[in-house]
């Protein structure tokens, strides 16, 4: 019986390393509805659009960034990548723009299911989504140095 228990463990431990193995493993892309005309950003423009900076694409049409939840690694990795920023510094910056009323965070969805989604009815929106949720409703941006 002990070695049933000792086994099922290891196997557990086993399954809980592939998954972690696998969820870190999502890579992000940067998207807007196929509607949009934006075909490339540069990083910055895209960090200005969601620390809300500028609420613009540069042809001058609106630009909504959306985010996914505080603690998802796709959005601490979109964060660190694009703005140079840790969850501990966005969520510092936040505090400090929601206090002096300059800003607001991005609206946060669930999942990147249902970004794309939101994205896709909308062609003012820009969000950043796991490579394996995309499909014809949305494009991905280039986004260069």
């Known amino acids: 019986m002990q070695k049933l228990f000792t086994?099922?463990?290891?196997?557990?431990?086993?399954?809980?390393?592939?998954?972690?193995?696998?969820?870190s493993a999502a890579e992000f892309v940067v998207v807007v509805s196929a509607k949009n005309p934006v075909a490339t950003l540069r990083?910055?423009?895209?960090?200005?659009?969601?620390?809300?900076?500028?609420?613009?694409?540069?042809?001058?049409?609106?630009?909504?960034?959306?985010?996914?939840?505080?603690?998802?690694?796709?959005?601490?990795?979109?964060?660190?990548?694009?703005?140079?920023?840790?969850?501990?510094?966005?969520?510092?910056?936040w505090t400090k723009m929601v206090f002096t009323g300059r800003g607001q965070p991005p609206r946060e969805l669930p999942n990147s299911a249902a970004v794309r989604r939101m994205v896709a009815e909308n062609p003012a929106m820009i969000a950043y989504i796991d490579r394996s949720a995309l499909d014809a409703s949305v494009k991905t941006i280039q986004v260069t140095p």
């Open 43 to 93: 990083a910055e423009q895209v960090a200005a659009i969601f620390l809300g900076q500028t609420g613009r694409f540069p042809g001058g049409e609106e630009a909504t960034p959306l985010d996914l939840p505080v603690g998802s690694p796709l959005r601490d990795e979109f964060y660190n990548k694009v703005a140079a920023r840790t969850p501990a510094l966005m969520k510092a910056y």
């Open 7 to 23: 086994s099922l463990r290891y196997g557990l431990l086993a399954c809980a390393l592939l998954w972690g193995a696998c969820a």
